[in-house]
């Protein structure tokens, strides 16, 4: 079992509609939680940072972190052709010099 | 967000040949780098952890004498990919580690490399 499971879609939705992209992990030592958002043929970009439980709102994006669970969220309002892209979920454990745990990533396609 | 450089984007070079791609932190100071190899539709595979002033550490399976990392300063830390052959082809992207808030890694835009 890996440490962080992901569903690699492919997700196609149409223009407007609310995503929800999800992972799940086995490791309760984690505490930090990231997504990234890599489009084809570049570096994965920092979207949402959380740490803990809870939610984090930044415009169209929302992430949520359930710590009970071991499940993260993250939520895009009103998406966009541009959003289309791979999101990464990651996590890390303090003091572990900022090492990543990956999921495997999961390809959105947002229909106009 | 942090702002970190890569270069060059895109190499290409004959097999044998050793190749050396440069990561910078152009607005912050790193004492810690990573570098992730990438292969088409897959997520990153760390490869190794780079600190500044000391050696590399280098994930289980990762060839340490093929893949050679130096972090030299806060701000630059380089990979050279030696003898070079065909499986070596691949997205090589390193990343800068921050902590602000939290403990977060900023990205940079990756290296495509081929190796004929």
């Known amino acids: 079992q890996k440490e962080v499971e992901q569903d690699p879609g492919p997700l196609s939705v149409p223009e407007g509609a609310i995503v929800s992209l999800n992972c799940t992990y086995s490791n309760s030592a984690f505490q930090y939680f990231m997504w990234y958002r890599q489009y084809s043929r570049k570096g994965p970009e920092l979207l949402m940072y959380t740490y803990s439980s809870g939610n984090k709102e930044d415009g169209r994006f929302t992430a949520q972190v359930d710590k009970s669970s071991k499940y993260i969220s993250l939520f895009i309002r009103d998406s966009q052709p541009s959003d289309s892209a791979t999101y990464l979920c990651a996590m890390s454990i303090s003091g572990n010099t900022g090492k990543l745990i990956f999921g495997q990533g999961t390809t959105l396609q947002v229909k106009p | 967000g942090a702002v970190v450089s890569q270069h060059p984007s895109r190499v290409i070079c004959k097999s044998g040949t050793s190749v050396k791609i440069e990561c910078r932190s152009l607005?912050?100071?790193?004492?810690?780098m990573f570098w992730y190899r990438q292969f088409p539709k897959k997520s990153l595979m760390l490869m190794a952890t780079?600190?500044?002033?000391?050696?590399?550490?280098?994930e289980q399976g990762v060839e340490k004498d093929k893949f050679l990392i130096n972090h030299a300063s806060l701000t630059l830390s380089t990979l050279t990919v030696t003898s070079a052959h065909p499986e070596d082809s691949s997205f090589y992207i390193c990343s800068a580690y921050r902590l602000i808030e939290g403990e977060t890694q900023y990205f940079g835009p990756g290296t495509r490399l081929l190796v004929l």
């Open positions: 607005d912050f100071q790193a004492t810690t």
């Open positions: 780079s600190n500044e002033g000391s050696k590399a550490t280098y």
